[in-house]
């Protein structure tokens, strides 16, 4: 899609009225997501079903601006055009509808997440590849909940020189598709309830679960010996910053101008450190446990102030020609698109400054995971259609979209 909303095939209202987002969150999953949880409906007939109430929580992130009964009354229209809205029905009151929510809890929308989010991109899709591996990247937002005694106490506030912050603050860390900004894992938690909230500790349960053809871009921030051990395992290819103050030894000089090294455990201390590197600088096997080797990428940026910032990229692909340093340092500002991905996110999709609208840590987390299946299933329309069209999926404006979706509501989606 261009300017025009135009893709091969048609505009992209016709892909959304032929129920592709209903295709990337469909009712089978929705259902299994509720039963694995054991949120089913306690009694039949009932017209706010836990698949309805799946539906609502992901409409609610669609139409942030608006209230219960606004957003109740859209998708009642979209049941009636599926044929899964009773005639003697009614649009339900705020109240019934927030004691529905509580009835769904967050449990069936996290399962349904992990169900459904998949990487989008295929092999015809324009960036999305570097040789064998997809570019992924980790990266953290946090999100303002209302101020309620509750919220406060377990999402926490940030102090400053003022006093804590006004409002308390969940914390989100995604694992997203560079080329489609597509979520496909995440962790929801507190910001500032103290130890163990932070991005890289919501993060190391993720690093467990990437998958062998994955390249994860990871900023300086989620480095440890630990973290990388964990992620390595899993067989995905790794290419993360390190802050300055890690010591990277120079083994060998590389022609592209990289070099290779060795990560040491901080275990690894005094003359049994020195062993060690002595049998990496002689190219010998190491123990996993106490050193990995490494390749590594420096450049220098020029930063807004106009200083040169030293860039230290470590990556697990040593063979150089399976990915140059050039092709290296260009795919880790691929990481940037995850900030792209959170703005879709928390500008565009939930609006700028705006609060979430929950009043419960459980109904904030509930809401949070409505708003990441909802933009899993807007990024994967983009980037079905750009990949039709034969374009960047980035090429494609998001704000331009979610427009569409919101008007063409009605078969967005499923009963």
Not at 20 to 28: F, I, K, M, W
Not at 324 to 343: D, I, P, V
Request: hydrophobic letters at 45%; aromatic letters at 8%; glycine letters at 10%.
């Amino acid at each position: 899609m261009t300017q025009t909303g135009a893709v091969a095939g048609g505009s992209l209202t016709d892909w959304i009225s032929l129920g592709v987002l209903a295709s990337a969150v469909p009712r089978d999953a929705v259902d299994d997501a509720v039963a694995v949880t054991g949120r089913g409906a306690r009694r039949a007939g009932g017209k706010l079903p836990p698949h309805v109430m799946v539906y609502f929580v992901m409409a609610l992130a669609l139409f942030a601006a608006e209230d219960y009964e606004e957003v109740a009354a859209r998708l009642a229209g979209t049941l009636r055009g599926w044929g899964a809205w009773e005639d003697g029905w009614e649009v339900p009151t705020s109240g019934g509808i927030t004691q529905a929510r509580q009835r769904l809890g967050a449990e069936p929308m996290a399962e349904l997440f992990w169900q459904v989010a998949r990487p989008v991109a295929d092999l015809d899709t324009a960036g999305a590849f570097l040789g064998p591996w997809r570019p992924m990247s980790v990266g953290g937002m946090e999100w303002d909940v209302p101020d309620t005694t509750q919220n406060r106490a377990v999402f926490g506030a940030k102090g400053g020189p003022a006093g804590p912050a006004v409002f308390p603050k969940a914390r989100v860390v995604t694992v997203a598709e560079c080329a489609s900004h597509a979520a496909v894992l995440a962790a929801v938690g507190p910001s500032a309830a103290g130890k163990g909230t932070g991005e890289q500790a919501l993060a190391r349960p993720l690093l467990a679960q990437l998958e062998p053809d994955w390249l994860l871009i990871a900023d300086r921030g989620f480095y440890s010996w630990a973290d990388w051990c964990a992620a390595a395992g899993t067989g995905a290819a790794l290419l993360w910053r390190l802050k300055s103050n890690i010591g990277l030894p120079v083994l060998d000089l590389l022609p592209d101008g990289s070099y290779r090294s060795v990560l040491i455990s901080p275990k690894v201390r005094g003359s049994a450190r020195d062993v060690l590197l002595a049998a990496a600088q002689a190219g010998e096997d190491l123990d996993p446990a106490a050193g990995r080797y490494i390749r590594v990428i420096e450049y220098e940026v020029t930063d807004r102030a106009g200083d040169d910032d030293l860039i230290a990229l470590v990556t697990t692909i040593t063979d150089l020609r399976q990915a140059s340093a050039a092709q290296l340092a260009q795919a880790y500002h691929q990481r940037w698109e995850h900030e792209s991905g959170n703005a879709q996110l928390k500008t565009f999709l939930r609006g700028p400054g705006q609060v979430l609208r929950s009043q419960s840590p459980a109904m904030a987390e509930q809401e949070i995971w409505g708003y990441l299946l909802t933009h899993y299933a807007i990024s994967a329309l983009i980037c079905t259609a750009a990949t039709s069209a034969g374009i960047d999926p980035d090429r494609v404006k998001f704000t331009r979209t979610l427009r569409i979706v919101r008007r063409a509501a009605g078969p967005a989606f499923p009963p």
